[in-house]
């Protein structure tokens, strides 16, 4: 099992610009959620999901818009970037609801000029 | 809302010498508990969990974390530090049968050899 993989691992934009952020899990997990990390601020929360089809507003989710059309994907889309969107992103998957932990990608890291 | 606070931001520790990193959340009700660590440039990774039962759990790489439900802490603990343990280490925390997690900010362990 490749577990949760994340591409692109490193990306630079200009403001302004569009990109989209892809994870992919392959452990049939129902829930996938998006986070950001900066430093001093641990992880926050961007948008989760848990189920295909649907998604949910995290604690940061303004700039940022995501989908579910496969059980396996979760993408994270950026319309118009800014630097203030300058971060590393790390996707997670957990299995369901009951108590487990989330198992973590390896983060992109985005740069916005 | 909840929030997981850790103690400290920094933590500079020599070869062999004890660790204790502070970690402390606000919920009234029942929660699981985990301590992830980040070794440099690499992703979460979990190192215990608490879910329920005997308070003091034992984790991977020699760690163990004690939940104090009156105090409302998970402190994480290793009685021998080692170079190879010098990464960041978050504390999180997800409402009993919850959707989401939240992180505290997370305390860098440098330990020099």
């Known amino acids: 099992n490749a577990g949760v993989t994340q591409t692109p691992k490193f990306r630079v934009l200009k403001t302004g610009q569009s990109m989209t952020l892809l994870c992919a899990q392959d452990m049939n997990h129902e829930y996938m959620y998006w986070y950001r990390q900066d430093p001093g601020m641990g992880l926050r929360l961007i948008h989760y999901s848990v189920g295909e089809g649907t998604t949910a507003k995290g604690e940061v989710p303004d700039g940022y818009n995501v989908s579910r059309l496969k059980k396996q994907n979760f993408l994270l889309g950026l319309e118009s970037a800014a630097p203030s969107q300058t971060s590393v992103y790390f996707c997670a998957s957990r299995p369901d609801p009951a108590r487990n932990e989330q198992f973590f990608g390896p983060g992109t890291r985005l740069t916005v000029l | 809302a909840q929030s997981v606070s850790q103690h400290n931001h920094h933590v500079i520790l020599s070869e062999a010498a004890s660790l204790e990193l502070g970690c402390n959340y606000s919920?009234?009700?029942?929660?699981?508990l985990f301590w992830y660590v980040q070794y440099p440039g690499q992703h979460l990774q979990l190192l215990l969990k608490?879910?329920?039962?005997?308070?003091l759990v034992k984790g991977i790489k020699g760690f163990e974390a004690e939940f104090i439900k009156s105090k409302f802490s998970f402190n994480l603990r290793k009685p021998s530090v080692q170079w190879s343990d010098t990464a960041e280490y978050f504390c999180a925390v997800n409402e009993d049968y919850g959707q989401n997690f939240v992180f505290g900010p997370g305390t860098r362990l440098s330990v020099l050899p």
């Open positions: 608490y879910f329920s039962g005997d308070p």
């Open positions: 919920y009234g009700g029942t929660v699981n």
